[in-house]
């Protein structure tokens, strides 16, 4: 899955060891820019802290995978990026040049019905 995004805050890392050894984690809060924006909690671990390098105002598109988990009868929801793409004006990897713009959608022509179009779009 991917979401977009600005990040708008970044939580205090947090670091521990376990069985496989050391750990780190860093939570960031991505606010979407849909109609109605919603708020996700994002953690990053390891070298990828590093690699990603996110700062408050990044806007961002990220790959992200879902995971529950049950733990004394409560359900808990973890969302983990296993890719970071910064985007915009302050961005000059290879991700602002291999964006292609989108044209612009054009209205369907006077005194054709919508649901012709539609049926006529099938590709087979």
């Known amino acids: 899955m991917e979401i977009s995004g600005k990040v708008v805050e970044l ?3 947090k670091r521990g060891s376990g069985r496989n050894g050391e750990w780190r984690k860093l939570d960031f809060i991505l606010e979407t820019q849909d109609q109605y924006p919603k708020k996700v909690c994002i953690s990053v671990w390891g070298d990828k802290i590093d690699q990603y390098a996110l700062n ?3 806007q961002i598109n990220a790959g992200i995978n879902l995971e ?3 733990f004394n009868g409560r359900w ?4 983990r990026a296993w890719k970071v ?3 915009g004006a302050g961005d000059t990897g290879s991700q ?3 964006q292609i713009p989108t ?3 054009e209205a369907p022509a006077a005194g054709m019905p919508q649901e012709d179009n539609d049926a006529n779009d ?3």
Do not use: I
């Open 122 to 124: 099938l590709p087979f």
């Open 103 to 105: 044209p612009p959608m």
């Open 96 to 98: 602002g040049e291999s």
């Open 76 to 79: 808990y929801t973890d969302v």
């Open 56 to 58: 408050v105002g990044d």
């Open 68 to 70: 529950s988990r049950e």
């Open 11 to 13: 939580l205090d890392e």
């Open 85 to 87: 793409d910064k985007m």
